[in-house]
């Protein structure tokens, strides 16, 4: 594993008396693709979203490239990644355009800088530029999902959050994205955290597991050893049909 993006310690979280999260401590490799593998209220979105400050821990400290952080000032942070989410999460009255570029805007990019980096995000994905003027309304499932991923990549951040982003995709349609996510992580070499609750998507696109079960880690490692060498039946379980 390299070096750390993210470094969780001591990580916990509660509502009222239920635990979501548990002493959670972990490194996420900076230059690759960690999975967060696991059932529905096993904590890996809570935990995705603690790194991006939606969600704030109870207790424990984050740190995004060695420096902790600051939830008291957030915007700086998520200058620092992008995050796309289940269901692609666009702005309905923005153009296709307008979505990719609303953050670049935002950060006063130049007109030049600005359609320079759209023009190569949406080629990266493959995404038809004749969409480019239209509404997200008017895009398939497969479409709406490639617009996030380039709204997500549009600052070139070092860290990338994706949040079951392709579950409610079609398996054909789901393919084809996967093959455009796997062209994104030869291009630009970024540290990217990826939730999901599919394994065998967890096994084909990253380099690093995480499982998570009731806010704990039941194991972590890189992808060829979990599989080769699971940690327990639950763990064999999910791998069912995928390991060799």
Known sequence: MSSSAVHFKNISKKYGDVTVLDNINLKIADNET?????????????????????????????????????????????????????????????????????????????????????????????????????????????????????????????????????SALDPITKKYIHSEFEKLQRAESRAILLVTHDMEEAVKLAENIVILKDGEIVQSGETVEIVRNPRNDYVKGLLLGIAE
């Open 34 to 166: 960690t999975a967060l593998v696991g059932e529905s209220g096993s904590g890996k979105t809570t935990l995705l979203q603690i790194v991006n400050g939606l969600t704030l821990p109870s207790g424990g400290t984050v740190e995004i490239f060695s420096e902790e952080i600051d939830y008291e000032n957030l915007p700086d942070l998520r200058k620092k990644m992008g995050y796309a989410v289940q269901g692609a999460g666009l702005f309905p009255h923005m153009t296709v355009f307008e979505n990719i570029t609303v953050m670049a805007k935002l950060a006063r990019w130049s007109d030049d800088e600005i359609n320079e980096r759209a023009n190569y995000v949406v080629e990266l994905v493959d995404l038809m530029k004749e969409l480019l003027d239209r509404f997200p309304h008017n895009l398939s499932g497969g479409q709406q999902q490639r617009v996030s991923l380039c709204r997500a990549m549009m600052l070139n951040p070092p860290l990338l959050l994706l949040d079951e982003p392709f």
